[in-house]
């Protein structure tokens, strides 16, 4: 393998990559890690050109400054992916204070104890170091809608950190290399393994990003945009789901419709802001006293429609009266008013048959009229 063809190629893609990424960037300023990214290609770019043309400088520019620019240029794309996962915040102190140690040692190896093999070992443990540290921060807190690609990304990056271990190996055994451009195969092969970095990690970061943005897409679909609750086609077409499941075991479901007292009267009185801050908490009261597997939807203006599955009448009456008490008792502080809320509900019990569904919403919505002309703040059940 001609290591300085491969140098070449090195210092292309990553040129190249990092001007895609900076088109891209121009368009996604949203998105977090890039500028990181970009300036890691770039970085790992110099270092390689500096090697390619490493005849036309001195060896100080050649040894010290050129594996600085392509560690330093590693250190980015940890720390581009940390930005772009947001697994947690950057150790800027460490990473740095690792990166100081790294050009000591370069420089101790260089001059006072020269040694290339030992150069070769100490680039290798810091690349390590930081591969496992990408692969650690590629895979924690994955959504499973990006669990496979992150986890494809991380195969790269397995693979570098095992020729990296490789190459020390082989170092330590005897290898004789004199110089880089005149080094063996496995230093090519290492060579090769970081100038494809730039393709996987992009290709990785537009993959992860397509996926959550039909992920997005598919959610603003399905949710109420002021409250976060699904909306009304949504929770219909989740509630024949969960009949579908359900239907082999008979159970029955809950249906609640619960309207807010007098909102018009609260909005005339305190202004629409201070409607949409109660639609808010209300919305988060009644999220707080479901199971995980309740379905809660923003019906109307301020009607929500909340199904319970696997429920007798009792229980779905104590659970009502439940949340009815809380947002009678609560005293909802909006911009520094109090504003008092109570709530009307209709319930009723429908077993799981997808036809009857729509009936059933309906015999909920007639009892919700029954609470509303009896005096309001009250459960009425069909």
């Known amino acids: 393998m001609d290591i300085s063809t491969t140098l070449i190629n090195a210092t292309v893609l990553n040129f190249i990559f990092s001007f895609a990424l900076l088109i891209y960037y121009i368009n996604k300023k949203n998105l977090k890690g890039l500028p990181e990214l970009i300036t890691a290609y770039l970085s790992i770019g110099f270092g390689y050109l500096i090697l390619t043309f490493n005849n036309y400088f001195p060896g100080f520019i050649t040894i010290i400054v050129a594996n600085m620019f392509i560690m330093f240029g590693v250190i980015n794309v940890l720390h581009g992916i940390i930005k772009f996962k947001k697994t947690e915040k ?35 443990i810091f690349q390590i170091f930081y591969f496992i540290e990408i692969i650690f921060h590629l895979n924690k807190n994955n959504n499973e809608k990006i ?25 330590i055994i005897g290898a004789n ?23 996987i990690v992009t290709l990785g ?33 989740l509630a024949k789901i969960e009949i579908s499941k359900q ?76 949340i009815r008490t809380k947002i009678e008792n609560n005293n909802f502080e909006i911009d520094e008013k109090t504003v008092y809320i109570t709530m009307s509900f209709g319930i009723t019990i429908f077993n799981n048959d997808e036809d009857e569904l729509l009936n059933g919403i309906k015999r909920a919505d007639t009892a919700l009229d029954n609470a509303k002309q009896t005096g309001r703040n009250k459960i009425s059940f069909i």
């Open 247 to 322: 239907k082999r075991t008979s159970e029955n479901m809950g249906i609640i419709i619960g309207d807010i007292d007098f909102f018009k009267h609260i909005n005339d009185q305190h202004g629409y802001d201070t409607g949409d801050k109660i639609l808010i908490s209300i919305s988060n009261l009644i999220r707080e006293n479901l199971r995980g597997y309740d379905l809660v939807a923003r019906y109307g203006g301020e009607e929500f429609l909340i199904l319970i599955p696997d429920i007798n009448l009792l229980d779905l009456y104590k659970l009502v009266e439940k």
């Open 147 to 171: 669990k496979n690609e992150s986890f494809a990304i991380s195969i790269y990056f397995i693979i570098a950190v095992f020729v990296s271990v490789v190459t020390i190996i082989l170092t």
């Open 177 to 199: 290399i004199h110089n880089l451009v005149n080094s063996s195969l496995i230093n090519a092969i290492t060579v090769s393994i970081i100038s494809i970095m730039p393709f």
């Open 205 to 237: 970061i537009f993959l992860i990003t397509s996926t959550l943005y039909q992920e997005e897409l598919l959610t603003k679909s399905m949710t109420d945009s002021l409250t976060g609750l699904y909306n009304r086609e949504a929770i219909i077409n």
């Open 90 to 124: 950057i150790n800027y102190i460490f990473d740095y204070s690792m990166f100081g140690l790294f050009i000591f040692l370069l420089l101790i190896y260089t001059y006072l104890s020269k040694s290339i093999n030992t150069r070769i070992i100490i680039f290798s």
